[in-house]
């Protein structure tokens, strides 16, 4: 399952191993099983999530991607208790430019009309005042969103380390065929005899001209560092470039 975060590549991820002969993946991306709060998870009916695998042929392995998953509070209790041994693929891009990224997107969407600056500062009483569910909000939190040591941590209380892939969004830039190569070894299923082609699928990405400010860099900066020095710790990864 590749269940973060959003707007870290996780599309391209989905994109490159549903082309994997042994790697079974639905043709609809982000199912949103897990995050569904109209589903009685006192009594979980898995019949509607299955659905979605029917096709898959024998030999394969059988995966999805919805990358709310590591965000969505109560989402990893509900996965690890629908299948502890399931492999889980978390990709984290630098939080300062997942956040804009995202809020580009609302924009895009039409789902906000705030400023940038004003949706990180006093935009965020909208999370706390519209909440669906334990602090989180699915449109709104551009900020919430990149605090990610506490994700982890709720990832790492609930499944072994062994079942846990952190990926940098640079290294999968950057690094496409070792990278990739990891995420097979991994998943247990041999590499790509040729690997997929590089590139990066971002719908929307470049439909707004604007930039970051750099007062907006400096002010998020400010409010994730020690964060990402946690999720450093916690992850392994090395992530002393988003603070330099």
């Not at 062994?162 to 999968?172: G, K, S, Y």
């Not at 790509?192 to 439909?207: G, L, R, T």
Request: charged share 25%; proline share 5%; with cysteine.
């Amino acid at each position: 399952m590749i269940a973060g975060v959003q707007k870290s590549g996780t599309t391209a991820l989905y994109t490159f191993l549903s082309q994997h002969p042994k790697i079974f993946l639905p043709a609809e991306k982000e199912l949103h099983f897990f995050d569904n709060e109209r589903l009685a998870w006192n009594r979980p009916d898995y019949s509607s999530l299955r659905q979605h695998f029917s096709a898959c042929p024998d030999g394969c392995i059988a995966g999805e991607a919805t990358p709310i998953y590591t965000y969505w509070r109560p989402a990893a209790l509900r996965i690890q208790r629908y299948n502890p041994e399931i492999r889980l693929i978390v990709m984290f891009r630098n939080p300062v430019e997942r956040a804009y990224s995202h809020w580009r997107m609302e924009v895009s969407r039409g789902n906000d009309d705030l400023d940038f600056g004003e949706a990180i500062r006093d935009g965020r009483r909208r999370v706390i005042m519209n909440a669906e569910v334990s602090g989180c909000h699915r449109i709104f939190s551009y900020v919430e969103r990149g605090f990610y040591a506490e994700q982890i941590q709720r990832l790492l209380s609930l499944f072994a380390p062994d079942h846990l892939l952190f990926v940098r969004t640079e290294d999968f830039w950057n690094r496409h065929t070792e990278t990739l190569g990891c995420v097979c070894d991994f998943l247990g299923v041999d590499r790509f005899a040729e690997f997929p082609k590089q590139s990066y699928v971002v719908p929307m990405e470049n439909s707004d001209p604007r930039t970051l400010s750099p007062e907006d860099r400096t002010y998020l900066l400010d409010l994730y560092s020690d964060d990402i020095k946690h999720a450093q710790r916690l992850t392994g990864l090395d992530l002393s470039a988003w603070i330099a």
